[in-house]
């Protein structure tokens, strides 16, 4: 049988997860196409579905996709080598890399403009993302650096957070920033359809938006789960919450929903 024909793992995907997240740090794709692209892994049945999600793109190391037939390790072992890498990589950007766990406090220090245009960040103490105050504190500082907290679509892990900011100006580009307690950046400026609308994350009800990652392990039946966090764009029929929740034994799920917590579509976890 052809390994492009072969049955994918929950391994499998989450290395295509998290090749997908490099490259979305990277600028290779917006945070629609990877949010999509995401989705797609994660449903993904077979290997030659999984590469071609990342046939395009420039990795910058070949991604381990193993057919059933050759050696492989007990399911425990090779989460605990997941759990391993994930640790020497640092946070990532995707499904099953960001923890609950909030980092140490560290030092106010105040933030300048630098060259190029780039926004230095202004580092303060850390408030969990997923907290009303912590979310708060990001909408706020957006709105102090950049004149607004709108954004063409945000990720927001525990502990920080991916941004696509419209460049002023020019609705039809767009440039990447990352947030950690302040905000880094701005990323290359990329292309963007200059109708797709734009969501204001000043009018987002926080307590709202969090209920739904806080619940997450119940309607999304993943137990126990090591990475949650939470996308807010609009592709057009008003802002949209898109929550992802996995765990370290491979089970995932999303869910969809409006600001005012009205459900779209759930799919959870299916045991097999």
Not at 28 to 42: P, V, W
Not at 80 to 95: D, E, N, T, Y
Not at 136 to 155: I, M, N
Not at 216 to 237: C, N
Request: hydrophobic share 40%; proline share 7%; with cysteine.
């Amino acid at each position: 049988m052809s390994s492009l024909r072969t049955r994918a793992r929950d391994a499998d995907r989450n290395a295509l997860c998290n090749a997908l997240d490099t490259a979305y740090a990277e600028g290779q794709m917006d945070g629609s196409e990877h949010r999509e692209r995401t989705a797609t892994a994660l449903r993904a049945g077979t290997l030659g579905e999984l590469k071609a999600l990342v046939a395009d793109l420039q990795l910058e190391r070949p991604i381990a996709l193993l057919p059933r037939d050759r050696p492989q390790r007990s399911r425990g072992a090779r989460w605990a080598g997941v759990v391993v890498a994930l640790a020497l990589l640092g946070v990532g950007f995707g499904i099953g890399h960001a923890t609950g766990r909030s980092s140490a406090p560290v030092a106010t220090t105040p933030g300048t403009a630098a060259a190029g245009g780039q926004v230095a960040p202004v580092v303060v103490t850390p408030a969990g993302l997923h907290t009303p105050e912590g979310f708060g504190r990001l909408v706020e500082d957006l709105r102090s650096r950049l004149g607004s907290a709108v954004v063409a679509d945000a990720t927001a892990y525990p502990d920080y957070a991916v941004l696509t900011v419209p460049v002023e100006g020019s609705p039809g580009r767009v440039q990447s920033y990352t947030y950690r307690g302040g905000l880094d950046g701005p990323g290359p400026v990329t292309t963007r359809d200059a109708n797709q609308p734009v969501v204001d994350l000043a009018t987002i009800d926080a307590r709202t938006a969090l209920g739904l990652v806080a619940g997450a392990p119940e309607s999304l039946k993943v137990a126990d789960p090591t990475s949650r966090y939470l996308i807010i764009d609009d592709e057009g029929a008003g802002p949209r919450i898109a929550v992802y929740a996995s765990n370290d034994n491979g089970e995932t799920g999303y869910l969809q929903a409006r600001p005012d917590g009205s459900i779209i579509a759930v799919h959870p976890h299916e045991a097999t």
